[in-house]
């Protein structure tokens, strides 16, 4: 049997559960990206690079653009 990851290991574990509570997704956790996922996580990406998170002193944390000159959300 080969080497399963702690996920498979915990729905493996939980199967009594899942009998009672209904099925989960079983499908496997280690397959190729679809070209739309990839799509869609580069434009993801591509957008958070625009921002930059800022942490206040009581530890709550904002977003503002990157570029300087724009004071829209600040």
Partial sequence: ??????????????GRLR???????SSPLDHE?????KALLAS???ASVQFVTVT??????YLVPRDPNDQSLR
């Fill in 33 to 37: 990206m679809t070209p739309e996922n």
């Fill in 44 to 46: 993801q990406q591509a």
């Fill in 56 to 61: 206040r002193a009581d530890g709550s944390t």
């Fill in 1 to 14: 049997m080969p080497k399963m990851n702690p996920a498979q290991r915990l729905m493996r574990l939980t």
């Fill in 19 to 25: 009998y009672i509570l209904g099925p989960a997704s």
